[in-house]
């Protein structure tokens, strides 16, 4: 009784070191991100304690029984039995609740009522940004309608307001998805799918294609730049002007380099 006391209390220390290595995540970039990460830690700090005391109880069986010569079958334990069908109910109802839950919120699933138009859903709030991700082999368009500006260099958002994201194609099935954002969303011909986000950090974030769509597939990349509110407002009066700007940054910047060289 007394080994399986000691057993026990190894296998609770073994628990919690392995929950204190669970990777803290870093600042998560959207909202959308937000509740994905805090629901995966959530997963993370029921399976890392079941996944110890699973191999605990295997390794200690293998070096318990090791030379077994004359093994008996397992005796029934009804009380053993009862106890790990409910505890596998619970597990199993938790995740399923904190899956739904996530799942049910509007900036991780957003359904439009009529696919084959863009109407906003009621509920947008007013000052939200709209946006229109039209993807063909092999490249992205970002329409802005309600700001008549288009442009293929990349997504702009300004950070801490709702982007609504309307996702179509013109050809075969693609689909957009920025890890970093926590959005990921087929694009379909002939129908309009939709993203809702709030993006919190200003950055640079990669906008890839998920779906095997042909020969330049690997090639079908973008991003999507986080801004503030105020360079957001200056970039939508001229996007040319304002990528233009930034370019001639970087290469005035690269040339005072390669001045200083040979
Ligand atoms: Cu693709």
New binding site residues.
Partial sequence: MRGARRTAVIVAFLAALAIGAVPSVAVAASVTEQVISRLNRQLLYLAVPIAVLVEAILAYTVWRFRDNDEPEPTKENRQLEITWTIATALVLLFVGTASFYVLAQPTVSTVLDDPQRNAEPGNAPEDAVEAHIV?E??NYTFEYPEENVTTSESLVLPENRTAYLYITSEDVI??VHVPELGLKQDALPGQYNLLRTEPTEKGEYRL???????R??PE?LSTVQVVSEDEYERWLENPESALNESEANESSANGSATDGGP
């Fill in positions: 993807t082999q092999w693609h689909s890839y294609c998920a779906e095997l769509c042909g330049g597939h079908m």
